[in-house]
């Protein structure tokens, strides 16, 4: 894929989504911008926080980006029942995500925008994730081991307890990573 065109700017400082991107063998920078508001309405699906948090970072970076710049925005939602998991608080907040999961499939939706000069994609993408009855010596072994307080759902698939406690997954592996990376590379495909 040739990017000659644009300038690549991650707007994330998630270590997991640079990663993923820098997987698909293109040149990006990373931008991170503080104070974008990421709330959304009380009222809204579930389903569609992830797009408009997504979107309101996009809104947000658009007003700074030059003409040759293509900016990759994006948000991961965890939602068990209609409950948003977010980053835990403190490890009485991980304990009770990592319960809450526990013995159910939930999913993880990723909204993404990419926006350029004159040119918009905005997309979501869930995987539902299953998780085994996790007892509570693993719950506390991996909080205690990986600190997942910077996680949505207060884990991370690609750590410990996704070797022992995922057993099945629907949807895309990298979505629930941070970034449906699979997604990503067609949408730029049809720009650059």
Same mark, same amino acid.
């Given at each position: 894929m040739r990017v000659e065109r644009f300038k690549i700017i991650l707007a994330s400082n998630s270590p997991r989504r640079k990663e993923l991107l820098g997987g698909l063998g293109l040149p990006f920078e990373v931008r991170v911008m503080d104070g974008i508001d990421e709330s959304y309405p009380a009222t809204m699906p579930v389903s569609e926080?992830?797009?408009?948090?997504? @979107?309101?970072?996009?809104?947000?970076?658009?007003?700074?980006?030059?003409?040759?710049?293509?900016?990759?925005?994006?948000?991961?939602?965890?939602?068990? @029942?209609?409950?948003?998991?977010?980053?835990?608080?403190?490890?009485?907040?991980?304990?009770r995500m990592l319960k809450l999961l526990s013995g159910r499939t939930h999913q993880v939706t990723t909204g993404?925008?990419?926006?350029?000069?004159?040119?918009?994609?905005? !997309?979501?993408?869930?995987?539902?994730?299953? !998780?085994?009855?996790?007892?509570?010596?693993?719950?506390n072994y991996y909080i205690d081991t990986y600190k997942p307080f910077d996680?949505?759902?207060?884990?991370?698939?690609?750590?410990?307890? @996704?070797?022992? @406690?995922v057993t099945a997954l629907k949807g895309s592996y990298y979505n629930v990573m941070g970034l449906p990376v699979q997604r990503i590379y067609e949408a730029l495909k049809t720009i650059i």
């Open positions: 926080v992830a797009l408009h948090i997504a @979107g309101l970072k996009a809104d947000a970076y658009r007003k700074t980006m030059a003409k040759d710049e293509l900016i990759i925005t994006a948000d991961t939602v965890v939602i068990v @029942g209609n409950e948003i998991l977010g980053k835990p608080h403190d490890e009485a907040d991980a304990i993404v925008c990419l926006i350029a000069d004159n040119w918009e994609r905005r !997309f979501s993408v869930t995987t539902d994730v299953t !998780f085994k009855e996790l007892t509570d010596e693993e719950i996680k949505a759902g207060a884990y991370g698939i690609q750590e410990w307890i @996704g070797y022992i @406690g």
